[in-house]
């Protein structure tokens, strides 16, 4: 009887373990996670989740693992990977057998320098443990400093404020959402959290930051210093790495990949945060991704590439953000674009549509109230992943439904 | 109308292929036009987070939710997949007049 192994029981793990019985596997599957609880959505930690929702929200409900007969270890920590003799070593001295493996190993939170590990009032934001850490100090008269003006800080920030802590969000460069996000996209975020009262400090520098009669206390290289009771750092994350580095497996901005997910070890496969991988859709340019959607694709794809599909990754990239009442939504990557068209939806809803030199899309994001661009992000995001060149007229025309670019 | 019939639009008021949300007595719902002018209901949220249908993508007898891409197809409720895993209701649909009534 073969045994599959997935490293990780995070979305992507999870999402492939019960991928190999949907598509017909009926062999031995081991799911191994680090936490203490089942496996749990990521995403509403920083939302809903952080704002009052107490206990995790289950990507399945704890008896299904069960029911589908894969062994679902928490608490479990793989410390050695011997890909010659295809054997995993836990913490707890465990030696589990693989025939094949998946490291769906995510990412864990960047640490600012000098961070200390173990702190009260400095903090990340990675886990449900984190995030139950974080819901008991976002209380009125708080004053709460986020380092980075990322997704993670400004989704804190916005549930900070609805819980009436006080925030401030220092972010080292010149604006908030740099990466991924257009300017007038994260100009119209900032100016919401403006307008909801959070203090957005872009550009700023921090010489140190440290704990002292129980308060945080971030020093800025313009010799202002920032006290609050609580720091959250969202600096971005970690690719966890370790496991497959130590094994000798090939890194290269996480585990490197090929198109079907198989890394450079023999029956071994990574997907989700850890990996990097080619992109085909965009001249094979390699790219890691952190979204929630990229580890559900690809641990849906690694469990048919663990049955021997051999299929490509062929999914465009896709973000999403909520803060407030507004949702921000981006599809594919817009590095690269020389246009760029807007659509505007009403009630200060618009989409900016990014084209290459060629005219082709490569790229939209958009940003409104409620679901207010879901439906043409997604169009869009069919329309990249068919390499259209749309016409830009009918791009901009908001009564042009964009379902009928798809036939085009 | 009689029964348990409630009016909903008029049949013009749906695109072809394309869903609007309905609400009625506190609860929500969504009714779809099919690209051969079917008349179909199910629930409005999905149920993975309670997010409304209407605003989501029909293509092919399926419903797309805007938030998390659960999909269901909208003839029968059925949920075709991760994240979504409980099916929608469905409720009978007819077309008089030019006018949708939904059964609920």
């Known amino acids: 009887m073969a045994h599959y192994v997935i490293i990780g029981a995070g979305e992507c793990g999870t999402r492939a373990a019960f991928g190999l ?51 679902l270890r928490t608490d479990a920590t793989a410390i050695n990977l011997d890909v010659r003799n295809k054997i995993v070593t836990l913490a707890d001295g465990a030696i589990i057998a693989y025939d094949k493996l ?21 903090r990340s934001l990675r886990t449900h443990h984190d995030a139950m850490a974080l819901h008991h100090m976002l209380k009125p008269g708080r004053h709460i400093a986020i380092i980075g003006g990322g997704f993670i800080g400004l989704e ?41 009262g959070v203090r957005i400090r872009c550009g700023v520098s921090i010489e140190s930051l440290n704990e ?44 490197a990949v090929n198109a079907q997910l198989q890394t450079s070890a023999l029956d071994v496969f990574a997907a989700g945060d850890c990996c990097s991988f080619p992109l085909d859709i965009y001249s094979g340019i390699r790219v890691r991704l952190e979204s929630w959607r990229n580890a559900q694709e690809q641990g849906n794809l ?13 999914a465009v990239p896709w973000f999403w953000s909520d803060q407030y009442d507004m949702t921000l939504q981006i599809a594919g990557l817009a590095e690269g674009a020389v246009t760029h068209l807007r659509r505007d939806l009403g009630d200060g809803a618009f989409i900016l549509f990014h084209l290459d030199e060629t005219g082709r899309l490569i790229a939209a994001s958009g940003i409104g109230p409620g679901n207010a661009v879901a439906r043409d992000i997604r169009l869009a995001e069919m329309l990249i992943a068919a390499r259209a060149c749309p016409d830009p007229a009918a791009l901009t025309t908001s009564h042009v439904k964009l379902k009928s670019l798809l036939a085009a | ?51 409304h249908l209407a605003d ?7 419903i797309e939710c805007p938030k998390h891409n659960g999909r269901f197809n909208y003839k029968t409720g059925e949920a075709k997949g991760a994240p979504v895993c409980v099916n929608l209701n469905t409720y009978p649909v007819k077309v008089e007049g030019g006018t949708v009534f939904i059964s609920i």
Not at chain 1, 102 to 122: N, Q
Not at chain 1, 302 to 314: D, F, K, Q, R
Not at chain 2, 56 to 62: F, K, R, S, Y
Request: aromatic share 4%; charged share 25%.
């Open chain 1, 102 to 122: 998946l490291l769906a190993t995510g990412a864990r939170a960047r640490p600012f320098p000098g961070m200390p590990e173990s702190s009260a009032c400095i």
């Open chain 1, 212 to 255: 002292a009669d129980e308060k945080a206390v971030i020093t800025l290289a313009a010799g202002d210093v920032v006290e609050a009771d609580l720091v959250l750092v969202g600096i971005g994350a970690r690719p966890n790495v370790e496991l497959a580095e130590k094994a000798g497996i090939a890194i290269e901005n996480g585990i």
């Open chain 1, 156 to 196: 804190v920030a916005a549930t900070a404020r609805k819980l009436g802590a006080d925030v401030t969000v220092l972010e080292g460069l010149e604006r908030i959402l740099k990466r991924g996000v257009p300017e007038v996209i994260a100009d119209a975020v900032c100016a919401r959290h403006r307008v909801e």
């Open chain 1, 302 to 314: 690694a469990a048919a590439n663990m049955l021997g599909t051999g299929e490509a990754v062929s």
């Open chain 2, 56 to 62: 989501g993508l029909v293509m092919d007898e399926i």
């Open chain 1, 21 to 71: 019985r949907e598509k017909g596997f009926g062999d031995e599957v081991t799911l191994i996670g680090s936490e203490p609880v089942a496996p749990y959505e990521r995403p509403p930690l920083s939302k809903a989740g952080l704002a009052g929702a107490l206990q995790p929200k289950f990507i399945a409900a704890p008896e299904r693992y069960a029911e589908s007969s894969i062994h």
């Open chain 2, 1 to 51: 109308m009689s029964g348990n019939w409630i009016e909903v639009c008029a049949t013009g008021d749906i695109d072809e292929e394309d869903v609007m949300r309905f609400d009625h007595h506190g609860k929500t719902f969504a009714v779809y036009r099919s690209p051969d002018d079917e008349f179909f209901a199910t629930d409005g949220l999905c149920t993975h987070e309670h997010i």
